[in-house]
Structures are given as C-alpha cells and as structure tokens.
Nanobody, 133 residues
Framework: DVQLQASGGGLVQTGGSLRLSCAASGFTFDDAFIGWFRRAPGKQQEDVSCISIKDGASYYPDSVKGRFSISSDNGKNTVYLQMNSLKPEDTAVYYC??????????????????????????WGKGTLVTVSS
C-alpha cells in the first residue's frame, strides 16, 4: 500500500523556519513526482512545491518562491520542504502527495509545472503549520 507520512509542523514566529518531511513507501520513489499542498481555514487548497525525484526538477508558485525549498533523500524515500521567512499567511495544514510518473503516460498537461502538481494521486495526512505574528 502507498503511504505518505508528513511531519515537522508546529508553531513558529513570523520570519522563522520549519522543515517538513514526507516519508514515502509503497511505490517506486525514484520514478515519482512528490508535491506539497496546503489548505488554510476557509481557503482553497494551494500548491506549495513539487519535485521530480529522478532529475530533481522542482516547481514553486510565486507565493513561496525564494522562501521555500524542496529536496529529496532517495536513500530514505523522503522529501523535505524547507520553509524560511515564514509569514502568518503561510499558516495552514500542509499535505504531501505523490504519483508514479508511469501512471501519467499518455496524459497531457500544459507544462511541467502542471504535470508535477496535477497528476498527483496519492495523498497523505497533513501536518499543521502555524505562524504567529
């Protein structure tokens, strides 16, 4: 069974940093896209970051670009999200999601950003990040 376990959330002050982890199992890690999303209370789900494990290509929306960084440890089947310069508006439940790239064969996406984020089909439980002002 596919399992994605997000951890590392907590309470941090504005300007602080946190590192989230997403431990993955049940699929071929090297062949995956793994991404982070967030949902704040009363708001829609938002893209945060996505990585192609095999080549390390990463994608970010403008809201976090330059502050957040995604990376992977293939030996540990774990993806990390380093979050710096945190703002109160970053407060949300953060979820990691994954897809085996082979499941995307034949599907069309507008660009690599969309292919990474919007093909994800396995979801883990979230971890809460609270940024105090």
């Amino acid at each position: 069974d596919v399992q994605l376990q997000a951890s590392g959330g907590g309470l941090v002050q504005t300007g602080g940093s946190l590192r989230l982890s997403c431990a993955a199992s049940g699929f071929t890690f090297d062949d995956a896209f793994i991404g982070w999303f967030r949902r704040a209370p009363g708001k829609q789900q938002e893209d945060v970051s996505c990585i192609s494990i095999k080549d390390g290509a990463s994608y970010y929306p403008d809201s976090v670009k330059g502050r957040f960084s995604i990376s992977s440890d293939n030996g540990k089947n774990t993806v990390y999200l380093q979050m710096n310069s945190l703002k109160p508006e970053d407060t949300a439940v953060y979820y990691c999601a994954a897809v085996d790239k082979r499941a995307l064969m034949g599907k069309k996406f507008a660009n690599n950003y969309d292919r990474c984020f919007y093909g994800l089909n396995y979801w883990g439980k979230g971890t809460l990040v609270t940024v105090s002002s």
